[in-house]
């Protein structure tokens, strides 16, 4: 995963805590957050997220960035702030679900992996007694916990933030705090695995499959194993690059991909991998493909790991 700059980067307060998310893939957390911001605003929302406005407007480089639909003239027309962005609230409002869901069942450990300016533990309805581990690396979370101190916020659930790289000892420094690998737990990499280099990929969710008990439940994104570059010049990679200054497929590992899926299957989880765009059909609002689609290799897969 990309390194992020720490050095001189001011928040209109004069603090450095914009440094954090500012540069690399730390950059794309800011891109999420503005489209769930809008997404919050539509009349016929999918998911609400109060606080991605405030994450955006907080650091510099997003400061003028749309939050609002009105602030978006061609609305789903626009590839950026319209279809990619009702792309991430599709994502948001599914993964939601998928969290609610396994969590109803018994589960009280929930993980967030690369969680950036993800908000779920203070936005969702969670069950008593449960517990949201956030891990991503030490400039991200001084970000976020900034601008939420300032928001005055409070947890739905007990939260324990994790500032770790993932590329380091991250079992480690989530079992230190205070994470049990005997109990059940559900697990969310969200955006996260294109970023990473195939043998990464492959030993992160190696070492998710130890640490979750039997019961436990896993959702994670990935891309179908293709050339990415041929999507150089699709409408979304385009605006993304050109307008907000985000060269995707230059922060996307673009080596060859593992079969994570086939191998979850083979260490004994039921999985399903599912298209973006049954979803939108579901739902009745989000992107449907289209001609040169940068969205069409892109799969949701849900797991749960049989009980022993």
Not at 140 to 157: I, Q
Not at 177 to 187: E, I, L, Y
């Amino acid at each position: 995963m990309s390194e992020t700059r720490t050095e001189d980067t001011k928040d209109a307060a004069g603090g450095v805590r914009a440094a954090g998310v500012e540069g690399g893939v730390g950059l794309t957390a800011l891109l999420v957050a503005a489209a769930r911001a809008i997404e919050t605003h539509r009349p016929d929302s999918l998911a609400r997220d109060v606080y991605a406005e405030h994450f955006v407007r907080a650091a510099p480089v997003s400061a003028r960035w749309p939050v609002r639909p009105r602030q978006v003239p061609a609305g789903d027309g626009d590839p950026l702030w319209g279809r990619f962005a009702r792309y991430f609230g599709l994502r948001t409002r599914v993964l939601d679900d998928f969290l609610l869901r396994s969590t109803g069942t018994g589960a009280r450990q929930v993980v967030l992996l690369g969680a950036g300016l993800d908000s779920r533990a203070f936005r969702l309805d969670w069950p008593p007694g449960l517990v949201v581990y956030e891990i991503d690396r030490p400039g991200v979370l001084a970000f976020k916990e900034g601008v939420l101190a300032d928001l005055s916020a409070v947890p739905r659930a007990r939260r324990v933030t994790v500032p770790v790289d993932l590329r380091d000892d991250w079992a480690g420094a989530l079992t230190s705090a205070g994470f049990d690998p005997a109990a059940p737990s559900v697990w969310l990499a969200e955006g996260l695995l294109f970023y990473l280099p195939g043998p990464v990929e492959t030993g992160l969710l190696g070492t998710v499959d130890r640490l979750t008990a039997g019961g436990g439940s896993l959702a994670f994104e990935v891309k179908l194993e293709k050339d990415l570059l041929a999507y150089r010049d699709s409408s979304i990679y385009t605006a993304t690059r050109e307008r907000i200054g985000i060269d995707l497929l230059r922060l996307f590992d673009l080596g060859p991909r593992p079969d994570s899926a086939g191998a979850l299957t083979a260490a004994g989880w039921s999985v399903s991998t599912c298209t973006p765009f049954g979803f939108t059909l579901r739902h009745g609002r989000g992107p449907l493909p289209e001609p040169n689609d940068a969205l069409e290799g892109n799969r949701w897969v849900f797991a749960h790991k049989r009980g022993r």
